[in-house]
């Protein structure tokens, strides 16, 4: 019987962890149908006054990047803000060709009038964290936004981010990605449809009731001096970002989502490269939650509401365990539940455990309709899109479990780029 209570534990735990992570979904859907109620000031800025505008570094992160550089610089360009006052970074660790066609086209470029500079490294130390830790020491301006290679910002993004700054608590603005090429084949759907849910439910859910949220990697832009304050960018996770974000908000920095600014972005189109993505944000998600939780729990500035969302925050990619937990084993529990009869009222009380379900189905369901319509094909759609969407959840969950699992232990992995292949659209 020794085993069998191993196995009921175990279960048990798992199914708690994941109706505790759904409940906080559902709080976080509550925050945000309140959200929506209240308007937003947006901040005036007088961008006719040239005294009054501030200095901006475009830092663009890049490694290998041979299919979208042109894209990308092309595009950074054309973002609509006053030459003298803005400075673009390439952090250029490339190892391929793309390294003399990139410094050709910054060479065009600069000779057009825009000041753009191509910086290399000698080694890949720190990976994107080490490059743009780098940059930051060179960078001229205050305000410092960060666009990953397949990030394509809409021309007037600067415009519409930085007068969030004239509130000088704010450290961080962060805008929602979009998605180039959501339709081009179930993965890209399964994809924009999960990372839809992080910026629309948990993100602005959190976010408007002062809970800690996290800076996304690209498409935001920071206070110089917050990211100098918070202890700089370290490399010793494989999100860094996270990382950065918790410890600028527990020095009481405020961040700034703006749901109503889309980033367009291209999202990987191979199996493998989603894949890659996945472990990687796992895995560093396991490394943050070992480094940030205590560090979270001890602090006496932030309430015990956010200290729990933060907690699930940082557990997020754990879930993956204990849905793979429970995947493997529901079998020998169907064993357990027949060969003793006298826990019956056991498997009754788990059944309610069921519901975890039934409400990330509702929370989801709220986010699809705001972009689809709430019509009976919407929610058909939703309904086929949803079940593809765990269905693909659960025959990624042993690989995302794996990196848990060395998020949790601390073995060090090298990060890997996410390959791009300048995808526009099906």
Not at 325 to 342: D, R, W
Not at 350 to 374: A, E, N, P, Q, R
Request: charged content about 20%; proline content about 2%.
């Amino acid at each position: 019987m020794l085993l069998e209570t191993i196995i009921i534990c175990v279960y048990s735990i798992a199914l708690i962890l994941i109706f505790m992570y759904a409940l906080a979904q559902l709080n976080l859907l509550f925050n945000y149908i309140k959200s929506q109620k209240n308007t937003q000031n947006i901040p005036e800025f007088d961008f006719s006054n040239t005294d009054e505008i501030p200095y901006v570094t475009i830092q663009l992160p890049v490694f290998n990047e041979i299919y979208v550089m042109d894209r990308l610089l092309k595009n950074i360009v054309l973002i609509d803000y006053p030459k003298d006052k803005l400075e673009i970074q390439v952090l250029d660790d490339s190892t391929d060709e793309s390294v003399e066609s990139t410094a050709t086209l910054i060479e065009v470029l600069q000779k057009e009038g825009f000041d753009i500079q191509h910086i290399q490294r000698t080694n890949r130390k720190g990976f994107k964290a080490g490059a743009l830790k780098e940059g930051l020491v060179k960078a001229k301006g205050e305000y410092i936004a960060i666009f990953d290679a397949d990030f394509l910002p809409q021309s007037d993004w600067l415009k519409r981010t930085i007068p969030f700054f004239s509130d000088e608590s704010v450290g961080v603005v962060q805008t929602r990605w979009g998605h180039i090429n959501r339709d081009y084949s179930v993965l890209t759907k399964i994809q924009a449809f999960a990372l839809d849910a992080h910026f629309t439910l948990e993100q602005v859910g959190r976010n408007s009731k002062g809970h800690f949220i996290n800076f996304n990697g690209t498409a935001g832009v920071w206070r110089k001096t917050c990211i100098i304050d918070a202890g700089n960018w370290e490399g010793d996770t494989l999100t860094e970002d996270l990382d950065l974000s918790y410890r600028a908000q527990l020095k009481n920095w405020k961040f700034k989502y703006l749901e109503d600014v889309e980033t367009p972005a291209e999202l990987p189109v191979a199996i493998s490269a989603a894949r890659s993505q996945q472990f990687r944000w796992n895995k560093g998600g396991a490394e943050n939650f070992q480094k940030m939780i205590r560090r979270v729990l001890k602090s006496k500035n932030i309430s015990a509401k956010t200290k729990l969302h933060s907690l699930l925050h940082l557990l997020n990619s754990t879930m993956f365990l204990n849905v793979l937990i429970v995947g493997i084993l529901s079998i020998p529990m169907l064993y357990i539940k027949n060969e003793y009869t006298h826990l019956k009222m056991y498997f009754y009380v788990m059944s309610f455990f069921v519901i975890s379900t039934l409400i990330f189905f509702i929370c989801y369901w709220f986010m699809y309709k705001k972009s689809h319509g709430s019509s009976l094909k919407s929610f058909v759609q939703y309904i086929a899109l949803f079940f593809t969407f765990f269905s693909i959840a659960m025959g990624f969950s042993l690989h995302n479990s794996i990196a848990v699992l060395e998020g949790h232990f601390g073995k060090r992995s090298d990060f890997v780029r996410t390959p791009k292949f300048n995808i526009n659209k099906i």
